[in-house]
């Protein structure tokens, strides 16, 4: 009577230890916390430690040293035959406007997906203020949206949270 009391219970455990063991967020990469946006209607995962905000039409997260990584959607203005040639010809003019000293430096078109779709990755420098910043933006297209997640940090910090960033943009996946 003992020993089946000992093995019920034991098998009552094990199947308790089962269902929280598969209740965990196996999708969620470790060490990261997940960003979700019912207006942006994507989701993507930026490290534990930063500060998330989650606002109408972007969402965005910050570490104390000011690195900024966020994403937003828009409604592409006028026709244009490719994300490249919307970026180009109309988005770095918009961020020539509001910024001082914008240069786009690095720009790959081939070979590069957000989401599962196909994107565009650009690297800028650009001036704000007394401090010189660099920024990454991927933008994919997605439904009648184009997509921007934007990495941005002063000049010293940006490659300290590179690696981690590249391989957070792998997660990222559309709702």
Known sequence: MIVKRFVSFILILACFVTIFVSCGNSDIPAGTQIIENDYLDVRFFVPKTWTVDISTGFSAASDMY???ISMTKVSPEGSFSSIDDYYK???VKTLKETFRDVELVESYTENL??????ACKYVLK???GDKNYTSMQIMAG???YLYILTY???NSLYESELDTID???EYI???
């Open 66 to 68: 000011g690195r900024t």
């Open 89 to 91: 010809n109309y988005y």
């Open 113 to 118: 997906t957000m989401g599962g779709v196909p």
């Open 126 to 128: 650009i001036a704000i």
């Open 142 to 144: 997605h439904g009648y």
């Open 152 to 154: 941005m940090a002063e």
């Open 167 to 169: 391989e957070l943009i």
């Open 173 to 175: 996946s559309f709702q």
